[in-house]
């Protein structure tokens, strides 16, 4: 284990950019869960989620990012084992099979955690390239190992965080070089993909997209989600109506306010104002994370920082982009804000290894 110099070299500012969105997270949830069967224990498990998070980032920065890289093929091989675990034992809920239930009633979505392993996987294949850009036989190697668990976490079915791998893969592939003639191959891919991909979607699946394209083609049904949500932004104006003083959320119209929906909720008490607070902080955090990126030794550090940066920033754009009707609903939470154990632990993991490549500038 690598030492580093003292306390100082902690990156502060991301960390306290981190306690505040999720105490706006927790107030949040407060409101949310208002007078609800829930209201007495999400506000505060969401505080021991947090709580255990700081302690999971903490332990992730001790650990040289180097000796981590060095253990990827085992920790690729556990997440797909693990990955296939939750197909075969997983527990079951609102019409999905993500979870794997831990003893004391913990809901451990492995999903989330293999974000890391593709992050490193990821950081590990691009620092070794041998050439100075990436060809397309590293291309496909690279896309097929990612492409593994994509199709496993599809199966469950969660397309929403299977989807959110590309851009750990993208950023990766961008910032190691990649010829313009590839690009324009991957997009022809693409284009030709899409309808055949749809069609290999699950019903409520095709509804959402429907119901994206035109939300009022089914308003108390696919549509429902949606339009309530874009009234409750909508019906937050310029301050907002005050925390658990906002109809749609209080009255239950808007759904799921404390997880997927949070953001809405969030708009509707705190208006405007509230929202561009909220967004500035993940703007900064964002920033915080490419200036370790700059700053960083090597190259692996660079990938690993750029990984979060771009899983972050996908997140934070669909899941903020679903609530104002810009993007098809899926389940992908909102960073640090969202109710949940395994959201909150893989992110503040994910920010232990961009602290971990912060420290490592200041190993003697």
């Known amino acids: ?32 869960t208002y007078d609800t069967a ?27 990012y180097h000796t981590l890289m060095g253990q990827v093929p085992a920790m690729y091989i556990i997440a797909v084992v693990l990955l296939l675990a939750v197909l075969v ?14 003893p004391g009633g913990v ?10 392993v593709i992050i490193l996987l990821v950081a590990r294949f691009m620092t070794e390239l041998r050439g100075d850009v990436l060809e397309l036989k590293d291309l496909l190697k690279i896309a097929g190992l990612i492409l593994v668990p994509m199709l496993l976490i599809a199966k469950e079915p969660d397309l929403g965080t299977a ?36 069609f290999s979607l699950k019903d409520y699946q095709k509804a959402r997209l429907v119901s994206f394209l035109d939300p009022d083609r089914d308003p108390l049904g696919s549509g429902y989600q949606v339009n309530q949500s874009k009234i409750a932004v909508g019906a937050g104006g310029m301050w ?12 239950r119209f808007l759904p799921v306010p404390h997880t997927d929906f949070i953001f809405s909720a969030f708009a509707e008490e705190h208006g405007f104002v509230g929202v561009m607070v909220a967004l500035s902080l993940y703007f900064i955090l964002l920033m915080q994370i490419v200036q370790n990126a700059q700053t960083s030794t090597d190259r692996a550090g ?25 993007m098809p609903v899926t389940g992908i939470p ?23 490549v912060r420290l490592r500038r200041f190993v003697n």
């Open 240 to 251: 907002g109506k005050g925390v658990t003083k906002g109809s749609q959320t209080q009255l």
């Open 302 to 326: 660079m990938y690993i920082c750029m990984g979060v940066a771009a899983l972050l920033l996908f997140h934070l754009l669909v899941n903020v982009g679903m609530v104002v009707g810009r």
């Open 38 to 64: 829930t209201w007495h224990d999400a506000w505060w498990k969401q505080m021991i989620y947090i709580g255990a998070g700081i302690l999971l980032m903490w332990i992730v920065s001790l650990i040289d």
């Open 163 to 198: 989807l959110t791998y590309l851009p750990i893969l993208m950023i990766g592939v961008a910032l190691a070089g990649l010829r313009w003639q590839y690009w324009a191959t991957i997009g022809l891919v693409f284009v030709l993909i899409v309808p055949v991909a749809y």
């Open 89 to 102: 034992i997983g527990k079951s809920a609102f019409g999905s099979q993500r979870w794997i239930l831990l």
């Open 107 to 116: 809901h451990l979505q492995v999903s989330e955690f293999a974000k890391l």
């Open 1 to 32: 284990m690598a030492r580093y110099h003292s306390l100082r070299d902690f990156d502060w500012p991301m960390f306290l950019i981190v306690l505040v969105i999720c105490g706006l997270g927790i107030l949040q949830i407060f409101s949310a």
């Open 334 to 356: 909102l960073p640090l804000m969202s109710y949940g154990g395994s959201s909150i632990w893989s992110v503040f993991l994910m920010l232990g290894l961009v602290n971990n």
